[in-house]
């Protein structure tokens, strides 16, 4: 897949009014924890119809898709929010919708699929990866491909959260958003740096498995061995690399991505519950946990609470957990 440059305020424009009338336009509200000299303020993608963000990006991209070639259905590769968002966009319209999964997928996950009327099919975790990062497709699929991040229609759909961000709080300080695919954390990045460039931009990613950190560090994509990570959060981490397409955008618009443990992430899942009434899966919290370590700096810092979904026998774990 050719390398994008990045994305221009006019598609960014484009996507606001494309999607304006099928996703919420999530709040932007302040966590209720006093810091000195510190607001985080979250902004509640977990509230969108499919419990993520992803249904902004899946809609996006099917709306910008001429009818023909969306007569074969569509397929996407998933561990679970893109595919929800893609499978209700695809519902819309009336078009057979099928995903890609990982064989270790959370089954809350494949559930919500399912009910959406997607089709899944499931491949080894190794292939799988294949797939997102360097193929970009697999043996015997049909119909229209919308990869999960670097599409471009994806991308802008995802990077309306930062123009809402920017018109609920102007005066923000930093914005970080968690990173998987890199498709969230280009788009909203985006849009910081073309409307407020002097808003630092933060992706932020688990220490068992981060390769973009390292990557920015090196100036160049590096190859890293993941560690296993809690099943709530294997959404976002645990990818051996950054997508090559996506290296040059990610590069131009992020400033640093930050880390946190899964200690970290697990008390501030439980954090937003307590304090917020916010229940959010483990990228959904990350953000949030990174800001409260102090490693995004301080001010107003914006964080992305990308999704909900998080399994209950899990939950229940981390809430009987002790500090």
Known sequence: MKPHAPLTLEELQHAQDNIRDAVVRTPLVQLNVDLADTEIYLKLENLQPIGSFKLRGAINAIRNTDHEKLEAGVWTASMG?????????????GIKATVVVPEDAARSKLTAMEELGASIRKIPRDAWFDLILYSHDYPGMVGLFIHPASNRYVMAGQGTIGLEILEDLPDVNAVITPFGGGGLTAGVASAIQL????????????????????SLAAGEPVTITAEPAPRYASGFSGAPSVAEEMWPILSSVVDDSLLMSVNELATTIRLLIERNHIVAEGAGAAAVATALAGRAGTGKIACVVSGGHIDLDELNQILSSPD
């Open 195 to 214: 409307l407020k460039p002097s808003t630092r931009r933060y992706a932020c990613e688990l220490n068992t498995g981060a390769p973009l950190a390292p």
């Open 81 to 93: 929010n893109m595919a929800q968002g893609v499978a209700w966009a695809a519902r819309e319209i």
